[in-house]
């Protein structure tokens, strides 16, 4: 290809030479097809982004056009730089040439550039903030188009005078516009105008809400443009595809869309296309709490941003990467924190002047709201609002406006100004309810009821934050991917954690029940609701329908066995290098093994989603706790204010009892010990003792006398108060466990699903699995034989021998197909005596320890969920750490108990850390007499704890308080 400076030169040859000859057909001949070519090239370069050398070449041309008297060539090349300085923001020297251009296409009745450059100067003015001369001038060009019958011109003006009631807030004109566009461009066949115009819509309809008929405009542009073989189209739809799943919450997809677009625009070397992908990559991170891929994203964009000389979007990237390295400084000592946080506001500064000298009034308003934030001083703050909300007014700007109105009302309520507060929310309500802005409008609810709050009135506090909570529902309720909700759940806590507080508030002025039972209803619309959905619509197997999943499922079965067996060599090998090699080779399995659970969360998901902020009622709930047990008390755990509050639930009344100050942090330093002590084998009695005692400290006298009185204790408690064994709690020198029957559950709905699902045999059936690693000297468990021979001689000595209630898989038969074919017959209870093994880090592939031939074969959670019991069984987990699990936000609990609960078990016996060996064998025999003998499983367990206190002089709290029951604790057997 020929080099277009060497073109340049032949044209400034041509030109002097068609000065200096005069007119002559052939050079003149030779003077177009140059031009022709040159605007081809010139529009690649445009298109490229390489905006310098388009430049160049529009200028060359249209001095060559002056020489030479070719007005019509002088026009468009005019119209060309105009077009140049448009792509790259910079307004006012667009203005300049559309203005030259258009001056000079009326002297010369050149109605496509006239109508092209009317056209351009409304799109500039409309850039800033002048809707007047924006409107008139889109008019203009339309009127123009349509006397001249400039088909394609028109319609893209009809679309643009879409865009501009779109701009200025004016939904429904916009929509009429948009569509009248799309039908003109149907009927005269201009598919890319079509195309446009429907992106417009799409984007009109994702900020108005309308979620799912923007996603499907996009996706059928994106096989429109795939159809053509437009590569460049290909890219934008990826993008808007992209943007329109970020702004749902389905932040996977969105990931994954805008990195198509990203290698679209890599491979075509389109280095302003690559910034905008690597851009929105970079936001989805962001949106993600992921900072420090955000943040190398952002960095890589400015190296972009600055190539091409788009000053529009250095703007943007320095706030972006401004607001990211605030965010990772939250994780900073104090002193690199001040660094960080002056590195941050000279961006901000930066990104301020470049967006007042190119006149980008948007990031002028961004830097500003930004700048803000590091006042303390009431006037400088509202200084600087007023100049932002001025602006944004100017620009009738109407997401911008909120923010302005938003931060002006926080001004206010700092200056205990409550009347202007309330305006500028009113106001800011107004817009958002009038563009559809459905999170806006959530917001802008909680921020009223706070103020309503702060008033005293605490009825419409309620109001607002009712109503804000019922639109995340709802907007919680269309997100279809698991991992996505939990994203989206985690950014709209602080709204459920409001309205608990006020109800606290409003229940300790008013004492009455039924303000505790909204308290009840509010955790539970956020605790546990994942799990809890799939149980109580009966579609804990939906996921598996999805046709990716078994594949997926087998990846992450295949990677679970080459991690452990990884992990065997990290403990085994002797030699220092190969360990670290081995622990390298584990790393890069782990965030392997992630990155499939991440496809499984949002590639199979689970439609179906309860909604019952509006309609849950807890009372038929607990009630049927109740039924089974009169005398039962629930201790209801939330925390408030960095208070621990517990709802003690007795039949028929409700106490709070409150005001107990907590520090996670002390609470976590004490788990934290325990966890090395465990590791390390050191120190365990003082720290179980000294968790025991903190336990108890929570716990409010007067709530400990009326627990001790009560047949059954069941606790259900929140976030990291899940991972304490409540048991060993004490108090006035007596234990919480040996003092009455208690069950952990992890939330009221789920209990109660628990119980509900219910189902037996005529005569219980026991299957155990016994010492499955016997050949692995490590893993080997003698106590684990005993104590399954000594529950099979309890059984033949007291009830008939001849009859058979458990069938035992030892040693090399304890496999793991062996254990999936004997699922399929009915087993009421599941004896597992082997090893388990918590994951922290990926507690879906916690798992239990099967027999292999050349170690073990893991049964991980997620595989467990998949093999579902006809019946509901008890499943004793007489194995290290089975009952531990991760807590995600939202009281999400991940870890084996959750597979079994997806299994239909409705009541698990787990272990809260690692079990000795001797332990189980002296336990279990005790437990089983008393199942033997008609006690619930949750008297059983009661009865074994106090047996080997008392009887097998176990006294300390490592061995009694090992095991938890979790689930249904009124589970009863019949032994014939």
Request: aromatic share 10%; hydrophobic share 40%.
């Amino acid at each position: 290809m020929e080099d277009p400076n060497e073109r340049l030169k032949k044209l400034d040859e041509l030109t002097n030479l068609f000065q200096s000859t005069g007119y002559n057909s052939a050079i003149g001949n030779q003077l177009r097809i140059m031009y022709s070519k040159l605007f081809a090239e010139s529009v690649v370069f445009h298109q490229k982004s390489c905006f310098d050398f388009a430049l160049k070449i529009n200028f060359k041309i249209a001095e060559s056009a002056k020489k030479t008297s070719n007005k019509y060539i002088e026009c468009q090349a005019l119209y060309g730089i105009c077009e140049c300085f448009r792509t790259k923001n910079e307004l006012e020297e667009c203005l300049k040439y559309c203005s030259q251009a258009l001056e000079l296409a009326e002297a010369e009745n050149i109605a496509e550039i006239k109508s092209k450059s009317l056209n351009n100067l409304g799109l500039v003015y409309q850039e800033q903030g002048n809707y007047w001369k924006a409107l008139s001038n889109l008019q203009a060009a339309l009127k123009i188009s349509k006397e001249n019958n400039l088909l394609e011109d028109l319609i893209l003006q009809i679309r643009n005078i879409g865009r501009y009631y779109h701009f200025v807030g004016d939904f429904q004109l916009s929509e009429e516009f948009l569509k009248l566009a799309l039908d003109f461009s149907k009927r005269y066949r201009f598919p890319r105008v079509y195309a446009s115009a429907n992106n417009e819509l799409a984007i009109l309809y994702l900020i108005s809400g309308r979620n799912k008929e923007a996603i499907r405009i996009y996706e059928k542009n994106l096989q429109y443009a795939i159809k053509i073989q437009d590569i460049m189209f290909e890219e934008t739809c990826y993008n808007n595809l992209g943007t329109a799943y970020r702004q749902i919450g389905h932040l996977q997809k969105a990931l994954e869309n805008h990195k198509k677009a990203l290698d679209i625009a890599r491979n075509i070397g389109d280095k302003k296309e690559i910034a905008t992908a690597l851009n929105n990559i970079a936001v989805v991170y962001s949106y993600w709490g992921k900072n420090e891929p955000a943040y190398e994203m952002y960095i890589e964009v400015l190296k972009y941003v600055d190539e091409i000389g788009a000053n529009y979007k250095r703007s943007g990237a320095l706030l972006n990467l401004a607001a990211t390295i605030l965010h990772l400084n939250k994780n900073l000592d104090s002193d690199k924190s001040k660094d960080q946080e002056k590195h941050a506001l000279e961006l901000i500064e930066e990104a301020y002047n470049l967006s007042i000298k190119i006149n980008d009034k948007r990031n002028t308003i961004s830097a500003l709201l930004m700048k803000i934030n590091f006042f303390e001083d009431i006037v400088e703050k509202s200084n600087l609002i007023e100049y932002a909300y001025e602006l944004a007014s100017e620009m009738e700007s109407i997401d911008l406006i909120i923010s302005c109105l938003i931060i002006k009302s926080e001004i206010a309520l700092e200056q205990s100004d409550i009347l202007s507060a309330t305006k500028y929310i009113d106001n800011a309500m107004d817009f958002s309810k009038k563009t559809g802005d459905r999170y806006s409008e959530a917001s802008l609810n909680r921020i009223i009821s706070i103020i309503h709050k702060n008033n005293g009135e605490y009825q419409k506090a309620y109001v607002k934050l009712k109503e804000s909570i019922d639109i995340y529902e709802v907007l919680t309720s269309d997100i279809a991917a698991e991992g996505d909700r939990l994203s989206f759940r985690k950014s709209i806590l602080a709204t459920y954690s409001s309205m608990i507080g006020l109800l606290i508030e409003i229940y300790s002025n008013e004492r009455k029940n039924e303000h505790l039972f909204d308290i009840i209803k509010y955790m539970e619309a956020i605790k546990s609701r994942e799990i809890v959905d799939k149980l109580e619509n009966e579609s804990a197997h939906s996921i598996i329908s999805c046709p990716d999943y078994r594949d997926l499922l087998l990846k992450e079965k295949e990677i679970c066995s080459i991690i452990n067996s990884i992990r065997y060599k990290v403990i085994t090998q002797k030699d220092q290098t190969e360990v670290n090699s081995s622990r390298r080779e584990l790393m890069m399995k782990e965030n392997e093994l992630r990155l499939i659970r991440v496809q499984i969360q949002e590639k199979c998901t689970d439609p179906s989603f309860l909604r019952i902020s509006s309609e849950f009622n807890p009372s038929s709930f607990i009630d049927e706790v109740f039924k089974h047990e009169n005398e039962a008390i629930i201790w209801y755990f939330l925390i408030s204010d960095e208070k621990m509050n517990i709802i003690a639930i007795e039949n028929e009344t409700m106490q709070l009892f409150s005001e107990v100050d907590i520090d996670i942090r002390d609470l976590g330093k004490i788990l934290q010990n325990l966890n090395k002590g465990i590791i390390k084998g050191e120190n365990i009695e003082r720290i179980l003792d000294e968790l025991s005692k903190y336990q108890g400290n929570l716990i409010d006298k007067e709530l400990w006398e009326i627990t001790l009185k009560k047949n059954l204790l069941i606790v259900i408690p929140w976030g990291i108060f899940h991972t304490l064994p409540w048991a060993i709690t004490t108090k006035k020198d007596t234990y919480l466990g040996l003092e009455i029957p208690s069950v952990n559950a992890n939330s009221i709905i789920l209990l109660h699903s628990c119980i509900k699902k219910e189902v037996q045999n005529e005569k219980s059936k026991i299957i155990a699995i016994q010492n499955p690693n016997f050949n692995v000297p490590e893993l080997n468990l003698i106590g684990a034989k005993v104590e399954i021979n000594r529950i099979s001689n309890l059984f033949a000595e007291l009830l008939d021998r001849k009859e058979s209630f458990i069938d035992i898989l030892n040693e090399e038969n304890a496999t793991v197909e062996n254990f999936k074919q004997k699922m399929k017959s009915n087993f009421d209870i599941i004896h597992f005596a082997g090893h388990g093994e918590f994951n922290a880090i990926n507690p879906w592939i916690s798992h239990l320890k099967f027999y292999s031939a050349e170690s073990f074969t893991p049964f991980t959670a997620t595989e467990i969920s998949l093999n579902k019991f006809k019946i509901s069984p008890l499943f004793i987990l007489s194995a290290c750490e089975t009952g531990r699990e991760r807590v995600r936000q939202g009281d999400e609990l991940y870890g084996l108990k959750r597979g079994l609960y997806l299994a239909n078990v409705n009541s698990v016996i787990a272990t809260n850390w690692p079990l000795l060996d001797e332990i189980g064998p002296y336990f279990m025999p005790h437990f089983y007499r008393a199942l033997i003998s008609g006690a619930s499983v949750v008297e059983a367990l009661f009865t074994a704890r106090n047996k080997i206190y008392q009887k097998e002089s176990m006294t300390n709290l490592y061995d009694w308080g090992v095991y938890d029951l979790h689930g249904n604790p009124f589970k009863k057997f019949i032994f014939k």
